[in-house]
């Protein structure tokens, strides 16, 4: 059974940084993983995805050039490098695993998710 942890979230500034991780277990080391987020009363919606290797990325427009995904496949753990947070970033956070090679941006094609993270950006 696959388990998937976030950790990493909290509450910061406007203009600040997170780095939310994700540990996965009971799945093979090198499936492409997600990053989704939901904001109160508002669906899930993608962030970024990366794929089995790590050499091809995704990412959702109203984040692209402030966060990164990454991967160590070794250590099972996925990172969201999140910089020049807003407001309009808080959310509780997901990371969720394909079980296949390739990411995708949809949510459906995820069957494995964490609990979630808050993240929290003050104006």
């Known amino acids: 059974q696959a388990q998937l942890a976030e950790s990493g979230g909290g509450l910061v500034q406007a203009g600040g940084s997170l780095r939310l991780s994700c540990v996965t277990s009971?799945?093979?080391?090198?499936?492409?993983m997600g990053w989704f987020r939901q904001a109160p009363g508002k669906e899930r919606q993608f962030v970024a995805a990366?794929?089995?290797?790590?050499?091809?990325?995704y990412y959702a427009d109203s984040v692209k050039g402030r966060f990164t995904i990454s991967r160590e496949s070794a250590k099972r753990t996925f990172y969201l490098q999140m910089n020049s947070l807003r407001p309009e970033d808080t959310a509780v956070y997901y990371c969720?695993?394909?079980?296949?090679?390739?990411?995708?941006?949809?949510?459906?094609?995820?069957?494995?998710w964490g609990q979630g993270t808050q993240v929290t950006v003050s104006s």
């Open positions: 969720a695993a394909r079980g296949l090679l390739v990411a995708s941006v949809k949510e459906g094609e995820y069957p494995y």
């Open positions: 009971g799945i093979f080391a090198n499936t492409a």
């Open positions: 990366i794929n089995w290797n790590g050499d091809t990325t």
